[in-house]
């Protein structure tokens, strides 16, 4: 008894029409991912010295900037308004954030009432230097620092005056505006200093 | 390269075909062999690329420098015919066994299987990446989702399900919204309209073809419509679809895209097309109704697409 002939393969049945649509579709899918994704982002830059100045939290303990832990730093060296909340907004924003970072908030000679200081109170998270732990010349070298770091940008990027990315040799990495996109930058510039320190001897 | 994937892409061809490897007759020339391989393309189909891409381009109303411009027509173009190349490759066999087709390269045996691949293919590599460098790539994405939808899910379902009409109708609308995101980079309502129009304006169109082609498309194993489900039901699809297509048109007035010749034009001889269809749902001249209805969208799209430019022109000149 004859054998019927085997109906033919229809010719997309080849895997090589798979390879064929891939590649079609891979070329400009490729060219949409952002350029962040095939580099690594470029290191970043030292800004700025802080000086080793010793400070002393509520607790007593003792706060150096010098300690090897990166940390995000804002200094109310005097009282004021809406900047330094803005920037207390900033590190309130990050203290709530999946995997918080360090903070340091530095206050100078700071009424009991002022924003900087109730915002840092609500949050457990927050590094609190007192006016009688460092000496008056520790801060003033210290906000001097600071204000010099924030000098490397215009004011106009940074409103609210910016908060300092601090590495744990008191390097200055990055400042970030008191706003949305401040935080999401800050979150992100932590994220790479930590893997930078990760990384490093 | 492309040798090397027509060799890998060219498995298991249907037996059969006493055709199949007859190399390219010595006397014809090489002027014959451009003339088979532009045949590939569909020139007609993809010469209409020309307009419906860079009239999506034009339409944007983003200035695009002459490169850009150049290469989003081009490259569509190119990509559509890359396309059409190899639906010729992978219909052959059915292109056999109709009267309208069978004088093509392939089946009337002219060209060998595997150049006609290989010149797909070369088309298709080489526009998409040509978009995607040259214009955006959301433009060079949508090509190559028109490529692959078109090649390998429209030109094997044809065999299945007359629901493949659908699935070919998004090919065959992308070109305007490819000439819009290569010039703008993103998917606005103006461009998704453009989209639509084409988009419902094929669905009569092939209809009306299915209808007195339908002999021809069941000889050669092709589902179509009428076929499937009868003509009472496909003219009526004719008619429900048309309706939305004359309203689509009007829909880019009020986004300042189109003006009074699109309300005057597109809209007239809108109801007039719709008239047609309105006609075939009385009449059982199923044959004649078809080819006037078939030429009626002819002229519908056309009158149109006029219209959408002149008005282009008001705004630009005016």
């Given amino acids: ?201 | 390269m492309a040798q090397v994937a027509s060799t890998a892409l060219e498995l298991e061809a249907p037996s059969g075909s006493a055709q199949e490897g007859v190399a390219v007759p010595s006397e014809a020339g090489a002027r014959q062999l451009i003339r088979d391989l532009v045949s590939l393309t569909k020139p007609r189909l993809s010469s209409l690329v020309l307009f419906t891409a860079g009239g999506g381009l034009w339409m944007s109303g983003a200035e695009v420098s002459w490169t850009t411009g150049t290469a989003a027509v081009l490259g569509t173009t190119m990509v559509v015919g890359g396309a059409n190349a190899l639906n010729c490759y992978l219909e052959r066999d059915a292109d056999r066994l109709m009267a309208r087709t069978r004088t093509r390269p392939l089946p009337a045996g002219r060209l060998q299987p595997n150049l006609a691949l290989a010149f797909g293919l070369l088309l298709s590599m080489v526009s998409v990446p040509l978009l995607t460098a040259l214009t955006t790539p959301l433009a060079g994405l949508l090509a190559a989702v028109a490529l692959v939808l078109y090649v390998l899910v429209y030109t094997p379902m044809k065999r299945r399900s007359s629901l493949s009409t659908l699935v070919g109708a998004i090919p065959g609308a992308l070109p305007p919204l490819i000439g819009w995101t290569a010039a703008t980079g993103r998917l606005d309502v103006g461009g998704l309209l453009l989209f639509s129009i084409l988009f419902l304006w094929q669905i009569p169109h092939s209809l009306a073809i299915g209808i007195y082609r339908g002999p021809e498309y069941a000889q050669a194993g092709l589902k179509v419509f009428p076929n499937e489900h009868g003509l009472p039901a496909t003219r009526r699809q004719a008619f429900l679809y048309t309706i939305p297509l004359i309203a689509a048109p009007l829909a880019l007035i009020p986004l300042g895209l189109a003006g009074w010749c699109t309300l005057l034009v597109g809209g007239g001889l809108g109801l007039w097309f719709l008239g047609l269809a309105w006609q075939g749902l009385r009449q059982n001249g199923e044959g004649r109704w078809a080819r006037r209805f078939f030429f009626a969208s002819l002229i519908y799209l056309t009158g149109l697409f006029a219209a959408l430019g002149l008005d282009g022109l008001w705004r630009a000149f005016v």
């Fill in chain 1, 1 to 201: 008894m004859a054998v019927p002939p085997a109906e033919p393969a229809h010719p997309l049945r080849s895997p090589a029409w798979v390879a064929f649509a891939l590649v079609s579709l891979a070329v400009p899918l490729a060219m949409m991912v952002p350029d962040a994704w095939w580099e690594p982002p470029p290191p970043l830059p030292h800004l700025a010295r802080m000086p080793d100045a010793l400070l002393v939290d509520r607790d007593g303990g003792s706060v150096s900037l010098h300690a090897g832990t990166p940390v995000f730093v804002d200094i109310t060296h005097e009282p004021c308004g809406g900047p330094c909340a803005a920037r207390t907004g900033v590190l309130a924003a990050l203290a709530h954030t999946a995997a918080p970072p360090a903070m340091l908030s530095v206050l100078a000679a700071p009424p009991t009432d002022h924003p900087a200081q109730l915002a840092a109170e609500t949050t457990d998270r927050w590094t609190l230097a007192w006016p009688a732990g460092p000496t008056p010349g520790d801060l003033s070298e210290l906000h001097a620092a600071w204000v010099s770091s924030r000098a490397t940008l215009p004011a106009s990027a940074l409103p609210g005056g910016g908060v300092l990315l601090v590495d744990g040799r008191g390097s200055v990495r990055g400042i970030f505006p008191a706003n949305d996109d401040g935080i999401a930058a800050a979150q992100a510039a932590w994220s790479h200093l930590v893997a930078e320190s990760d990384t490093s001897p």
